[in-house]
């Protein structure tokens, strides 16, 4: 790669790490990324906000004619590295996060326009790289969580799992519907390791659906055939991960752990708490557990483990270990004895409402919030409030207080209430 070239797909991966889930310079990813943007479109995407912007305003910000970069974000959008949408006759585009995103983009469906095989040899590395990983799940919000399998909560607690935490609620209520290659399990296939579970699986609904539709991206299905998704997922022992909103989510994943990166990390890396875990907890019945173990065998993260006992009689026994289970039922599911069950967590994790609550979230605890907010280069206020929010946020009374979850929600609902009063909010409300 020549000097201006690497110059180029450097600064686009440090605009991606503008982002909430960032990007942080490493070699693998440069190289990625030049294998699936030209050093024109790259040095676009470096100047486009971290929010929707129309084509008028674009064209000011990068310099490049209205038409010309209309046929440029076209083009980028059918290949992924855009995202567009249209409001009341006006199209708006914003370029695509790392992570979910441009990493799943290039291998969501097979392709011929860019080398995939050796796109998944990198990306691949890149599950190895910490410091890659840690930009992608470095903070306590994450955009995935663990719901759990349908009938595996206690039925005594039946009543308190919410519509969001349901996926078949999530797919009846959806006004579109997607589903596309599994990026994880195509990646280990171009990389010639073996998986056996499906390929085509992974979902998506609504907004997200519909520019992947749109765009020949995934494959436009109806809601009974969602459903069985779910159903034969399930059957599989696969952890359901959705988007991490109560309002309108964007996807559900259906992971395994010898494929998906999410479940990979999770156990390879204890620092990095790759996905948010559902608001149960498995619990063994002692008085009918026989120690037979396929609970431990088919336990994603690890969590369960046989334990030697001596009353009322020696065996082994399945002990959990609370602090690494998922709440995902998959143990539920593979016990034959009826001794396992989903309860309630003492402590409820809080789900953010929408997609721009969580991104918010996300870049409060990464110190990305200034790019998420002044996001207009070309606006005094906006440079301004940058280099302010930045320098407030990094004081150390300020982020002791921000610790606490209460200022956070207030802090958010102000933030958010601002935005939404702007055309760009209006935009962003629906989605």
Same mark, same amino acid.
Request: aromatic letters at 6%; proline letters at 4%.
């Given at each position: 790669?020549?000097?201006?070239?690497?110059? #180029?797909?450097?600064?686009?991966? /440090?605009?991606?790490?503008?982002?909430?889930?960032?990007?942080?310079?490493?070699?693998?990813?440069?190289?990625?990324?030049?294998?699936?943007?030209?050093?024109?479109?790259?040095?676009?995407?470096?100047?486009?906000?971290?929010?929707?912007?129309?084509?008028?305003?674009?064209?000011?910000?990068?310099?490049?004619?209205?038409?010309?970069?209309?046929?440029?974000?076209? /083009?980028?959008?059918? +290949?992924?590295?855009?995202?567009?949408?249209? +409001?009341?006759?006006?199209?708006?585009?914003?370029?695509?996060?790392?992570?979910?995103?441009? &990493?799943?983009?290039?291998? %969501? =469906?097979? *392709?011929?326009?860019?080398?995939?095989?050796?796109? #998944?040899?990198?990306?691949?590395?890149?599950?190895?790289?910490?410091?890659?990983?840690?930009?992608?799940?470095?903070?306590?919000?994450?955009?995935? =969580?663990?719901?759990?399998?349908?009938?595996?909560?206690?039925?005594?607690?039946?009543?308190?799992?919410?519509?969001?935490?349901?996926?078949? !609620?999530?797919?009846?209520?959806?006004?579109?519907?997607?589903?596309?290659?599994?990026?994880?399990?195509?990646?280990?296939?171009?990389?010639?390791?073996?998986?056996?579970?499906?390929?085509?699986?992974?979902?998506?609904?609504?907004?997200?659906?519909?520019?992947?539709?749109?765009?020949?991206?995934? *494959?436009?299905?109806?809601?009974?055939?969602?459903?069985?998704?779910?159903?034969?997922?399930?059957?599989?022992?696969?952890?359901?991960?959705?988007?991490?909103?109560?309002?309108?989510?964007?996807?559900?994943?259906?992971?395994?752990?010898?494929?998906?990166? @999410?479940? =990979?990390?999770?156990?390879?890396?204890?620092?990095?708490?790759?996905? &948010?875990?559902?608001?149960?907890? #498995?619990? &063994?019945?002692?008085?009918?557990? @026989?120690?037979?173990?396929?609970?431990?065998?088919?336990?994603?993260?690890?969590?369960?483990?046989?334990?030697?006992?001596?009353?009322?009689?020696?065996?082994?026994?399945?002990?959990? !270990?609370?602090?690494?289970?998922?709440?995902?039922?998959?143990?539920? /599911?593979?016990?034959?004895?009826?001794?396992?069950?989903?309860?309630?967590?003492?402590? +409820?994790?809080?789900?953010?409402?929408?997609? $721009?609550?969580?991104?918010?979230?996300?870049?409060?605890?990464?110190?990305?919030?200034?790019?998420?907010?002044?996001?207009?280069?070309?606006?005094?206020?906006?440079?301004?409030?940058? @280099? %302010?929010?930045?320098?407030?946020?990094?004081?150390?009374?300020?982020?002791?207080?921000?610790?606490?979850?209460?200022?956070?929600?207030? $802090?958010?609902?102000?933030?958010?209430?601002?935005?939404?009063?702007?055309?760009?909010?209006? &935009?962003?409300?629906?989605?």
């Amino acid at each position: 790669m020549s000097g201006h070239h690497h110059r #180029a797909y450097h600064h686009l991966e /440090k605009r991606l790490d503008a982002y909430p889930v960032g990007s942080p310079s490493a070699p693998f990813f440069q190289k990625v990324l030049s294998l699936i943007f030209s050093r024109e479109e790259a040095e676009v995407a470096t100047k486009m906000p971290c929010q929707l912007t129309d084509l008028s305003h674009l064209s000011r910000i990068t310099g490049v004619p209205s038409k010309k970069l209309q046929n440029m974000l076209e /083009k980028m959008a059918d +290949r992924g590295l855009v995202l567009d949408l249209e +409001r009341e006759g006006k199209t708006y585009y914003l370029l695509t996060p790392t992570v979910p995103g441009i &990493v799943e983009m290039t291998l %969501m =469906r097979v *392709r011929d326009d860019i080398p995939q095989k050796e796109i #998944a040899e990198l990306l691949s590395h890149g599950q190895n790289d910490q410091g890659f990983l840690r930009a992608v799940f470095g903070g306590k919000t994450q955009f995935g =969580r663990v719901i759990p399998y349908e009938g595996t909560v206690a039925e005594k607690y039946h009543h308190q799992v919410a519509s969001y935490e349901r996926g078949e !609620d999530v797919i009846r209520e959806a006004r579109a519907i997607s589903v596309t290659l599994c990026y994880c399990r195509h990646e280990k296939k171009l990389s010639e390791e073996e998986c056996t579970h499906p390929l085509e699986v992974c979902t998506a609904f609504n907004t997200a659906a519909e520019f992947l539709i749109r765009h020949d991206l995934g *494959r436009k299905i109806e809601k009974e055939e969602a459903l069985d998704i779910l159903a034969r997922t399930g059957e599989l022992g696969m952890v359901h991960v959705i988007d991490n909103v109560r309002q309108r989510p964007t996807f559900i994943c259906h992971c395994c752990s010898c494929s998906c990166g @999410i479940m =990979r990390a999770f156990r390879a890396f204890e620092e990095f708490p790759t996905v &948010v875990s559902s608001n149960y907890r #498995a619990r &063994v019945e002692a008085e009918k557990c @026989i120690g037979c173990g396929r609970c431990a065998r088919a336990c994603p993260v690890g969590a369960i483990n046989l334990e030697k006992i001596w009353e009322p009689k020696a065996g082994l026994q399945a002990e959990v !270990d609370n602090s690494v289970c998922i709440g995902c039922g998959v143990c539920v /599911k593979s016990c034959r004895k009826d001794a396992l069950r989903l309860e309630p967590r003492k402590e +409820r994790k809080i789900t953010p409402e929408t997609t $721009f609550h969580r991104l918010a979230l996300m870049a409060m605890e990464r110190g990305k919030l200034a790019d998420l907010v002044f996001y207009d280069p070309t606006k005094m206020t906006h440079r301004l409030g940058k @280099i %302010m929010v930045k320098s407030f946020l990094k004081m150390p009374l300020l982020q002791r207080v921000m610790l606490q979850q209460e200022f956070n929600s207030r $802090f958010l609902d102000f933030i958010y209430a601002g935005i939404r009063r702007t055309e760009m909010g209006r &935009v962003l409300e629906e989605l």
